[in-house]
């Protein structure tokens, strides 16, 4: 007996049809399913597929703050610029990216309308792990550089 993967991502929010909008028009999702009046769950909902991924948007109360709990969406390094305008021509607050060492990848972090946030990300997570493993390993200094046990005085 073993989890297979993630079955479907659920987000509460204000508005279905400016939701849908930021997920078909602004991401690329496909959407699959609209409840319209005859919703079989606790509210109004839609369905969408993003990256192989069911996402359930269903009307209600959102997080009325936000946070930095988020979902990354994995890119194309080179898709970044596009996702960007895509993402300010309907309208949602891009924002400023984190710190970052290299070799991690780039992100670019953006909330819905409804207090989400969002990530979409160019690594991968060895390529992230190998960036960490190589920030904590001290690099060499060329020879003849660095400490001269020698010129210690005590």
Known sequence: MSISGISHLTFIVQDLDRTARLL???LGAREV????DQP??????KFFVLGGVWIAMMEGEPPAERSYRHVA????????PDYRARLERIGVDIRPPRPRIE???????????DN?????HTGTLDA????Y???LTPTPLPEGEGHDPASVTL
């Open 128 to 131: 992230r792990l190998q960036a």
């Open 116 to 120: 989400h946030l969002f990530e979409l």
């Open 73 to 80: 969406f994995q890119v194309a390094a080179g898709d970044l």
């Open 24 to 26: 078909v028009e602004g």
């Open 33 to 36: 399913y609209d409840s319209g």
């Open 133 to 135: 493993r190589a920030a």
């Open 40 to 45: 079989h769950s606790l509210s109004r909902e």
């Open 103 to 113: 070799g991690e990848g780039e992100s670019l972090y953006f909330h819905d309308f």
